[in-house]
């Protein structure tokens, strides 16, 4: 450290701000990779990977998307959900149906085995809360600060 600024923050110097810890971008990296390491286990007993998961929770909070819909609530295009999709379809845990007022649409929804799995699911979330050691309160204001976070980059990226 080079000392502190005028309110006691710390001041680093040019080498160590450059430093791999230092990054924020490096630290939601790292979590990331813990969490996906933390979700395997626990969605393999399922057939699931964790963008399948992701989809189900969305669905699971407002079943019949169009893939567009799906695409649009987690951030990803056609190329990478539909190979998903088609997955999770064979699995059994969603319908694949185009839509009768408009065909360019395909329309997914949750099949009886995929509601049922919704009941699993709030073990897999119990399963993460112990893992992350945070309270309640601790992973709301986490998860508001991310969102925050992902709200400034993404303005950033329009400005």
Not at 31 to 41: D, I, L, S, W
Not at 99 to 128: C, M, Y
Not at 148 to 153: A, M, Q, T, W, Y
């Amino acid at each position: 450290m080079d000392g502190n600024d005028d309110n006691g923050k710390a001041i680093l110097k040019d080498g160590e701000a450059l430093a791999l810890g230092q990054q924020l971008c490096f630290a939601v990296y790292s979590v990331a990779h813990a969490f996906n390491r933390t979700y395997k286990p626990l969605l393999d007993r399922f057939g699931l990977t964790y963008p399948q998961y992701l989809v189900l929770l969305a669905l699971w909070q407002k079943d019949s998307m169009t893939v567009k819909g799906i695409g649009e609530e987690l951030g990803l295009d056609s190329g990478t959900l539909s190979p998903l999709l088609k997955r999770l379809e064979t699995a059994g845990f969603v319908s694949r149906t185009r839509d009768k007022s408009d065909e360019r649409q395909v329309i997914i929804r949750l099949t009886p085995k995929g509601q049922d799995l919704k009941t699993e699911a709030f073990g897999i979330l119990t399963e993460i809360g112990k893992a992350t050691g945070c309270s309640m309160e601790e992973a709301a204001a986490l998860r508001s600060a991310l969102s925050d976070l992902n709200r400034h980059l993404d303005d950033n990226q329009r400005s």
